[in-house]
């Protein structure tokens, strides 16, 4: 079986010279192609370093991570940020969009920055939007769009470069129900009809119940691994 | 897209940007105001001066310069005059004959500076005419002076009234004679204006006893900063060692070391001022690193490579700053052109410093407009100088700890 992503052995450890903290703890986790994987826990538990090192955000104190069969954790941070840009998506807690520029140039920022002509960076950010539901908000800049809105722009620019998988830091944190349904919809239909592989933190129930795979840590490690059937 | 994105995020701070751009725009305008108004005074003196005595450049005898002798001259010749005559660089040019005499009247005798001169081509170059105050411009044929206003004033001479001349002439000779006064001159420089007078060329080669000779060829010129290429030129063309060519920096070195030394004044309140744009551009670097450090940490983390977030923040600031200059250019244009138009004439203590100091009490800006250019140059190279200290922070980010900030 070949996994999109492999970790083994991670081990992340904060003031390791004075009172040293494991955030995460001698952690292994394969990824398959496809997955829509939740992890879960209480505050503290490692889950939003665990992504970190699995984006490549962070480089681990001790063991490896793997992307498509390629070691990250041994990469210089300029080879880091472009190995990122080409692989990974990410949609953050706080939306994080760039003030400035509309919804279609957030999308299309991403493009850019792949060097793909303006034509073809128009015609797929229009398209993204679209698949989020935002064909009408092209030209709205974040502060003209809602919470949820600009949830559903950070996931159209997470798949603007065509990443191997998406990773979210508890991406319905800010939303309300009906923005946290309309986003998890977006996310589900994406891994089922594009098999986009989603791997994302959560407090959330309704997000936990959406995911096929629900691995939980505590304490930076992994105290279970479970599959499940999805209620809907 | 870049750019676009440089644009907008300057104006997200609206109000810090307008408070920098304003920074920029006062301290520009006051740094080209003191600038053209420094370079305009020199300007007005150097070509007050060359334009009264030595020309911005000087063909003459070789070895006339050391010791300023009416034996040092020499014969008008076709040759030089041809030269001068096909170099496009040259505006005017007129032949003088020159020598210190004395000039009596009454009970007072003055030392003072009397010129043999073309009275067509000397006004194109001086513009004598114009300085009129009395009386009538020279012909040719006159056998009359022309006296500057203060050496008149000082023998209490006017117009139609004689003078007597005293002095050496050519190869020893006596030279003795009186002229009615045609006409009287005011000089701008105060110092000129206290020992000038002017004659015929004729009268004057008759009064010396030289015959046809001058003592100098005096040229104006397009551009007086392309003086020493012109000067070889010249030399090449004429060869030989009986003449001498030489620049006006040459002749009266305090002249140029004074413009120098106020320009190195002028060059210390400007850096004050250059330091207050600093300090505004500093502030707005420092804030703005300060407030987008997280995004800074999210465009690194979605894989915008640290080189282009440095190149888009560098971009930013030389924006804010063209946006500064320019306004600043546009704001000094229309002051500098009204005082162009309109000089202050400098009365009371400033008027009788300034005259100390030789200079017409007149202040005129210099219109030239690379003086705006410099000073653009000047704050463009301070924005460029200080984003330096962005390019460091961006290149020192770790993207995690950006966006936990």
């Known amino acids: 079986m070949s996994y999109v992503i ?76 472009d190995f990122r840009l080409q692989n990974i998506g990410f949609v953050f807690q706080a939306y994080n969009l760039i003030p ?3 919804a279609s140039e957030n999308v299309e920022f991403v493009m850019l920055m792949q060097k793909k002509p303006k034509r073809e960076r128009e015609q797929h950010a229009i398209e993204l939007l679209k698949e989020v539901g935002l064909s009408d908000r092209l030209n709205n800049r974040p502060t003209e769009l809602s919470g949820g809105q600009q949830q559903r ?48 933190s959560t407090h959330d129930q309704r997000v936990i119940d959406k995911a096929r795979r629900v691995v939980t840590l505590v304490d930076g490690k992994i105290v279970s691994d479970e599959k499940q059937t999805q209620s809907s | 897209m870049y750019f676009k994105l440089a644009w907008r995020n300057m104006w997200r701070s609206r109000r810090r940007t307008i408070i920098t751009i304003s920074s920029i725009f006062f301290a520009m305008i006051f740094a080209i105001l003191m600038r053209v108004i420094i370079i305009g005074m020199f300007d007005k003196m150097i070509s007050d001066t060359v334009s009264m005595s030595c020309g911005y450049l000087q063909i003459h005898h070789n070895g006339y310069w050391e010791n300023k002798s009416v034996d040092s001259t020499f014969e008008e010749t076709p040759r030089v005059t041809f030269i001068l005559d096909k170099e496009k660089e040259i505006t005017a040019w007129t032949p003088r004959l020159e020598t210190f005499a004395l000039a009596s009247s009454g009970e007072r005798t003055k030392g003072m500076l009397v010129i043999g001169i073309d009275p067509k081509k000397e006004n194109a170059i001086s513009k004598l005419s ?12 006159d056998k009359y002076i022309l006296l500057a206003q203060g050496l008149a004033e000082y023998l209490k001479l006017k117009v139609n009234d004689t003078v ?85 920096q040459e002749m009266v070195p305090e002249l140029d070391q ?75 244009f229309p002051i500098v052109l009204y005082f162009r138009v309109h000089p202050i004439h400098m009365s009371g203590v400033w008027g009788k410093e300034m005259e100390q100091f030789n200079f017409e009490p007149i202040l005129q800006p210099s219109m030239d407009f690379s003086n705006f250019i410099i000073q653009g140059y000047a704050v463009l190279s301070i924005a460029v100088l200080l984003s330096t200290y962005a390019i460091y922070k961006i290149y020192r980010i770790k993207a995690i700890a950006a966006i936990n900030s």
């Open chain 2, 164 to 248: 007597i001349l005293l002095g050496q002439g050519y190869q020893g000779s006596m030279a003795a004679a009186k002229y009615p006064i045609k006409g009287i001159v005011k000089l701008g420089i105060p110092e000129m204006n206290k020992g000038m007078a002017w004659l015929p060329m004729a009268c004057a080669r008759d009064f010396l006893s030289t015959g046809a000779r001058y003592t100098s060829i005096s040229i104006m010129v397009n551009n007086r900063n392309n003086l020493a290429a012109l000067k070889q030129n010249i030399k090449r063309q004429i060869g030989g060692n009986e003449y001498e060519v030489m620049t006006w």
């Open chain 2, 258 to 332: 004074l413009f120098q030394a106020k320009l190195g004044q002028n060059e210390i309140m400007s850096g004050v001022l250059y330091l207050v744009i600093a300090f505004g551009i500093f502030g707005t670097i420092l804030m703005m690193l300060n407030e987008r450090m997280h995004e800074f940490g999210i465009l690194i983390a979605v894989g915008m490579r640290k080189g282009i977030l440095a190149r888009v923040v560098v971009m930013e600031m030389i924006l804010m700053s063209i946006v500064g200059t320019i306004l600043g250019m546009g704001g000094a």
């Open chain 1, 6 to 81: 492999e970790a083994h052995n991670l081990t992340k450890i904060y003031n390791p010279k004075t009172i040293p903290v494991y955030a995460v703890n001698g952690v292994d986790l394969q990824v398959e192609e496809g997955e829509f994987t939740a992890l879960v826990g209480p505050s503290g538990s490692g889950k939003t370093t665990l992504l970190n090192l699995i984006g490549g955000l962070d480089y681990p104190t001790t063991g490896d991570v793997k992307i498509a069969g390629v070691d990250i954790t041994k990469m210089s941070e300029n080879k880091l940020i």
């Open chain 1, 153 to 200: 722009v950070a996931v159209a620019r997470a798949l603007a470069s065509k990443p191997r998988f998406i990773l979210a830091d508890e991406p319905t944190a800010n939303l309300d129900s009906k923005s946290t349904e309309n986003l998890l919809d977006i996310m589900a239909k994406l891994n089922k009809e594009d098999k986009m592989t989603f791997i994302f």
């Open chain 1, 100 to 102: 400035v520029l509309t």
């Open chain 2, 130 to 141: 114009q300085k009129l105050v009395a009386g009538k411009y020279l012909q040719d044929s």
